[in-house]
């Protein structure tokens, strides 16, 4: 049998101009039978446009929230805000996470508290401390309060530092064990749980106190005599971040380390949270694509959709400092003007 192969980059575009031919289809459909004169007219109307709907919406269902992310980032106002309502539950609150800020502004303003907070409610505290920036201050205190104690401590925790930080980044759950121990009964703790957090790769070593003391890495766990002390078998040599460290280069530290995750620590050595390696992909990416759009005068708060007026007032800096160098380029050039007419080949070096 063949298996067709797809490469993500064009299951993606394929995706977005299946929903875009979704949008089209819909938009066409309901505007000739609103030009229909016909019986029970409201009640056809309005079957139309449910199962238009329902299609669009299925197609959704069945994409990744990242996927659901770019599609919105691609569309017009009008589009983005119909795909939008259709989205279920229990995925805005991931999608929030994906969009870009400008985009993630639009669909927020169309949501009303009770909303914005059960999008949220199916978020991790770390997740949510990147939402709180955008959130109304009265929506974060609402949320604070649905929170059990432990998650509403650590949401506090993320949001007490600032957003280039490691801690307003670093997530919160990971698994951590006591180096008086053996591999046995770690592997018997670890049985227990249904799944492990995404991208754990080792084990975190603490004392009562929750002081860092070492880090058992998972291929340990695995070859080594089951008899042996978690403390026999641990690596001590462990490269730590603490809280207040900067997320660039802490992005450079797991490029460079080749890290899967981290600890991240306080002043006490105390182990407080953890950096994965998809957060420092996604601000590598922000920083990369930051500095792209810097050369253009561009941010990343600009929707691609936004007004010329609004597209104006956030390029206004980049566009003066151009408006004076071409002044300044033509005073130059007039300055020279003689020389230039008695030189021609002084022509070429004309801005």
């Known amino acids: 049998m063949n298996v067709t192969e797809q490469k993500p980059q064009e299951s993606l575009q394929e995706n977005l101009h299946q929903v875009q031919r979704l949008l089209h289809r819909h938009k066409l459909v309901e505007g000739l039978v609103h030009k229909q004169d016909m019986p029970k007219h409201e009640l056809v109307e309005t079957l139309v446009h449910r199962q238009n709907l329902t299609e669009l919406q299925n197609k959704l269902a069945q994409l990744h929230p990242a996927d659901v992310a770019h599609i919105l980032e691609a569309l017009p106002l009008e589009d983005r805000l119909t795909v939008w309502e259709l989205v279920k539950?229990?995925?805005?609150?991931?999608?929030?996470?994906?969009?870009?800020?400008?985009?993630?502004?639009?669909?927020?303003?169309?949501?009303d508290s009770d909303e914005i907070i059960a999008a949220a409610e199916t978020l991790d505290a770390d997740e949510i401390?990147?939402?709180?920036?955008?959130?109304?201050?009265?929506?974060?205190?609402?949320?604070?309060?649905?929170?059990?104690?432990?998650e509403r401590e650590q949401l506090q925790s993320a949001l007490s530092y600032d957003e280039d930080q490691v801690g307003s980044v670093m997530d919160f759950e990971m698994v951590t064990i006591r180096e008086d121990v053996t591999l046995e009964v770690v592997l018997r703790y670890l049985r227990r749980f249904d799944e492990l957090p995404n991208h754990t790769d080792k084990l975190f070593v603490v004392d009562k106190d929750e002081t860092l003391k070492g880090l058992l890495h998972l291929k340990t766990l695995l070859v080594s005599d089951p008899e042996c002390m978690v403390n026999d078998v641990m690596a001590t040599d462990v490269v730590t971040f603490y809280g207040t460290d900067d997320t660039g280069e802490a992005a450079q530290a797991f490029e460079r380390y080749d890290l899967v995750s981290a600890p991240v620590i306080d002043s006490q050595h105390k182990l407080i949270g953890r950096l994965t390696v998809d957060m420092m992909v996604d601000v590598i990416r922000e920083e990369s694509e930051s500095e792209v759009l810097n050369l253009a005068g561009l941010r990343e708060e600009e929707d691609l959709f936004s007004s010329v007026w609004k597209s104006a007032q956030n390029r206004w800096p980049w566009l003066a400092l151009n408006l004076c160098t071409a002044f300044l380029a033509s005073r130059v050039i007039g300055a020279f003007e003689g020389t230039i007419a008695q030189i021609v080949a002084l022509a070429a070096l004309m801005p």
Request: proline share 2%; no cysteine; hydrophobic share 40%.
């Open 129 to 150: 401390a990147d939402l709180a920036q955008d959130l109304p201050r009265e929506v974060v205190h609402e949320l604070m309060d649905s929170l059990e104690e432990e």
């Open 89 to 111: 539950t229990d995925s805005e609150g991931d999608i929030l996470l994906e969009v870009s800020d400008a985009v993630r502004e639009t669909l927020l303003a169309t949501m």
